[in-house]
């Protein structure tokens, strides 16, 4: 079955400095990934996804990630964060061909430190 | 309205009652998700509709029955529940299953006494 691993639970960043949200996957053949984000007594918005084609995939408010076959991953980046961006993120998985389920990560707590 | 919407927002409920869950879509979409989120645990996918039949149940306790009345709403029956499943019980709603992405309600805050 397909899974995600996000290993940090909490990642600081000062304002201005780049963020990195990092994911890593498994999955049966080639992979379907997202991000989506959550802020506080929300649900899950959308930020981005990865289906073929282009490595690098560009998402809503500046975020994009980049899609590593070799290391299984697909990290979450923004050049410069924002207090704004102070949320919660996940990352998700489903395989291209078969089950239809998409797998979540714990999330990962980001704070951006004014 | 737009988006997804889930009704109540918080719930504090016995173990002995019953109650119930909505969510609603004014998204045209046709297959909607129930999801229990846990505190610094993976969203657990509970149920799958498409075109309002059951798709998928992931092994979720009889404790827990949706239903799928249409495209557009979808319920989650709750009866003789325990303290663990005390959670943020999500909504979603997708057109297909995949590889479109899933838009969510605000979620339903659970909790048993």
């Known amino acids: 079955a397909q899974s995600v691993a996000q290993p940090e639970d909490q990642v600081n960043v000062a304002e201005g400095n780049p963020l990195t949200v990092k994911c890593t996957y498994s999955v049966s053949g080639n992979p379907y990934l997202f991000w989506y984000v959550q802020y506080p007594n929300r649900g899950l918005q959308f930020l981005l996804k990865y289906i073929t084609g282009d490595n690098l995939v560009k998402g809503s408010y500046g975020f994009e990630a980049e899609f590593n076959k070799s290391q299984t991953s697909f990290h979450l980046k923004k050049p410069s964060a924002l207090v704004s961006d102070s949320a919660l993120y996940f990352c998700a998985v489903r395989p291209l061909y078969g089950n239809n389920r998409l797998a979540f990560g714990k999330g990962n707590q980001v704070v951006v430190i004014p | 309205e737009t988006g997804v919407t889930q009704t109540p927002r918080h719930l504090v409920m016995g173990m002995t009652n019953k109650k119930s869950l909505k969510c609603e879509q004014h998204?045209?979409?046709?297959?909607m998700y129930w999801y229990k989120q846990s505190a610094k645990k993976p969203l657990e996918l509970m149920f799958v509709y498409n075109f309002k039949e059951q798709t998928e149940n992931n092994s979720v306790p009889s404790r827990f029955s949706p239903e799928c009345p249409n495209s557009s709403h979808l319920f989650l029956h709750l009866h003789t529940l325990q303290p663990e499943d005390s959670a943020l019980y999500l909504c979603?709603?997708?057109?297909?299953?995949?590889?479109?992405?899933?838009?969510f309600g605000p979620g339903t805050r659970l909790t048993v006494l």
């Open positions: 979603a709603s997708s057109q297909g299953q995949t590889p479109n992405e899933q838009f």
């Open positions: 998204l045209g979409h046709n297959a």
